[in-house]
């Protein structure tokens, strides 16, 4: 199949397509998702919380992200890879963005990055995409600002969510993530771009959809947030499994002859 870039996705939206959106951290992951046929594979910085065990997204860093995101690229043949900008690498200088989102791009096989933000990092986006990385723009609830946010909230403020979204377009930006927001301000941030925008939390009339990966299978024993849709339990698959696994070996029925020398 071929590759989905960011011409793929402008299309999608002027075609009136649906764009399909998850985490991936890992080779296997990623490689089963490319199968599935997600066109887009986010190395969320959602990683410090689903794989580290974290409880926000700050603590994980830069050469953590290339880590998992060597990986993913890696793995995926058809998807784009999207790898996001850990805090602060896209609050500190505007040069230290532009190195940071570099070595996306040199040290693995991904496609582009994404940095918190909207009207505020308009420079900064557009000296990244100058620079020939393209950057997806998050606006809405910005995880990385949940300390002088008090907590994780619905964003409420439309004309602010429009202004960021403008602002991020205007600067180059390819997409714009919209996480959080009442549906009817997803569907007016969407009507005032002409990128393609992907919801979280952010109602129906995006072009696209995003979730953490660990949410949509039941692979995390966390809180889920109302807009998560659990698809599977994969934590009982595998509880099961290693369950079944250290009977057998209690029972001395594991290894079988077959499964010996
Ligand atoms: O880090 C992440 O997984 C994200 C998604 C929640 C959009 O930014
Ligand atoms: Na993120």
Redesign the pocket.
């Known amino acids: 199949p071929s590759r989905v870039t960011i011409r793929t996705l402008a299309k999608m939206r002027r075609d009136g397509e649906s764009i399909s959106m998850l985490?991936a951290y890992d080779f296997p992951m990623a490689q089963v998702l490319d199968e599935a046929g997600i066109d887009v594979l986010?190395v969320?910085?959602?990683?410090a919380m689903v794989v580290q065990g974290h409880s926000t997204?700050l603590p994980v860093t830069m050469d953590q992200m290339l880590y998992h995101a060597e990986m993913v690229g890696r793995a995926a043949k058809r998807a784009m890879v999207v790898v996001?900008l850990p805090f602060p690498e896209g609050q500190l200088s505007i040069r230290r963005s532009i190195a940071a989102s570099a070595r996306v791009l040199k040290e693995t096989q991904c496609h582009a990055i994404?940095l918190e933000g909207g009207a505020e990092a308009a420079k900064r986006i557009d000296a990244i995409v100058t620079a020939g990385i393209p950057v997806m723009a998050?606006v809405g609830l910005r995880?990385q600002n949940v300390h002088v946010d008090g907590g994780y909230r619905v964003q409420r403020n439309e004309q602010q969510l429009i202004a960021d979204a403008k602002a991020a377009e205007d600067a180059g930006a390819f997409a714009v993530?919209i996480?959080c927001v009442p549906s009817d301000i997803g569907k007016a941030i969407t009507d005032a771009v002409s990128v393609p925008t992907i919801g979280?939390g952010a109602g129906k009339n995006t072009t696209g959809q995003?979730l953490?990966t660990h949410d949509l299978i039941g692979f995390h024993s966390g809180y889920l947030p109302k807009f998560v849709r659990q698809t599977a339990n994969v934590r009982s698959v595998i509880r099961d499994a290693a369950a079944t696994y250290a009977d057998s070996i209690r029972r001395g029925e594991f290894p079988a002859d077959k499964e010996s020398f």
């Open positions: 985490t986010l969320g910085d959602s990683l997204t996001d994404k998050h995880p993530l996480e979280i995003v953490v």
